[in-house]
């Protein structure tokens, strides 16, 4: 019996289903229930919200949930494996587990977001499909997105590219993007030790809060923007935004950012008016090649 319900311990479960973790998953099971709690706990309070829950593998982080009260937990697992583990949890909270068998990249998250209702994140991310996620959430369309939050491990050093401040090695397209829709922490750090198998890296959890009313911008002028200034982030903007197609003197002084600027010196705010202004010019470009042609 564990510490939070009454069904077996984790390594029981993981024993009696041959749950042997999957490095082409990228498998780790977390199987201290008092970490997994720490993690459900560091979403806020739970009563009356829908959970999505990614890679639940043996159940740990969605017993932990569970037992903090959602009205649901919607657990999304790629592993036939888990299945059955799963499938036991949810006997254990009748109607309060639905386990979805299927792939997290091709999922239609919205379809899952409970109607007029509340909508959290919580997960034990696979490594190797964590950016991906995450840049589609911070993607969504229309915006506010129909979660109230995401709280996600990660292994150390995406999430410090998540949180990363300009001027900091870690600061680029993630970090912006999730500036610009977001606000983000690094809750705590879990270390390699709490996994079966232990990963060789640190791994920590993030808390990231959608906000409201983003300053406007266009998605994929903003992505365009930070690929064309990241790309050769060692060099000057004056030099690294010719890509762009534009003016690139007439871009940075509509923008107010010096020539000389790197991408990493540019704070979020920058790259949202570098991208306005880009369409902008881009635009008024077309026009004048259509009224030379004419």
Not at 74 to 81: G, H, L, P, V
Not at 126 to 153: C, K, R, V
Not at 159 to 182: D, Q
Request: charge should be neutral.
């Amino acid at each position: 019996m564990s510490g939070i319900d009454d069904l077996p311990p984790l390594r029981d479960v993981i024993r009696e289903h041959g749950l042997s973790a999957l490095k082409s998953l990228g498998q780790n099971f977390l199987l201290d229930l008092n970490l997994t709690s720490k993690i459900a706990r560091t979403a806020g309070r739970l009563e009356g919200v829908t959970v999505v829950e990614i890679g639940p593998g043996p159940g740990g982080l969605t017993r932990a949930i569970l037992a903090l009260g959602p009205d649901k937990v919607i657990a999304i697992e790629r592993d036939s494996r888990c299945i059955a583990a799963l499938t036991e949890v949810a006997a254990h909270y009748p109607g309060r587990l639905e386990v979805v068998e299927g792939d997290a990249l091709q999922t239609d998250y919205s379809a899952l977001a409970p109607a007029g209702g509340r909508a959290v994140i919580i997960a034990n991310l696979p490594y190797n499909i964590a950016t991906p996620l995450l840049i589609g959430w911070l993607s969504t369309d229309p915006w506010p997105p129909w979660y109230e939050s995401l709280t996600l491990m990660f292994q150390r050093e995406v999430a410090e590219r998540i949180v990363a401040a300009p001027g900091t090695n870690h600061y680029g397209r993630l970090a912006i993007l999730t500036g610009w829709r977001a606000t983000a922490r690094i809750a705590f750090d879990v270390p390699a030790s709490a996994f079966v198998p232990a990963p060789k890296v640190t791994s920590s959890v993030v808390h990231i809060v959608p906000r409201p009313a983003p300053l406007p911008c266009s998605l994929k002028a903003l992505e365009r923007v930070t690929e064309a200034a990241f790309g050769q982030r060692r060099k000057m903007l004056r030099q690294s935004l010719k890509s762009l197609g534009v003016d690139t003197a007439a871009l940075l002084d509509a923008s107010g950012i010096e020539p000389t600027e790197r991408a990493e010196q540019v704070p979020v705010e920058g790259f949202v008016t570098l991208a306005n202004n880009w369409v902008t010019l881009r635009a008024g470009t077309s026009q004048s090649v259509s009224d030379a042609s004419s």
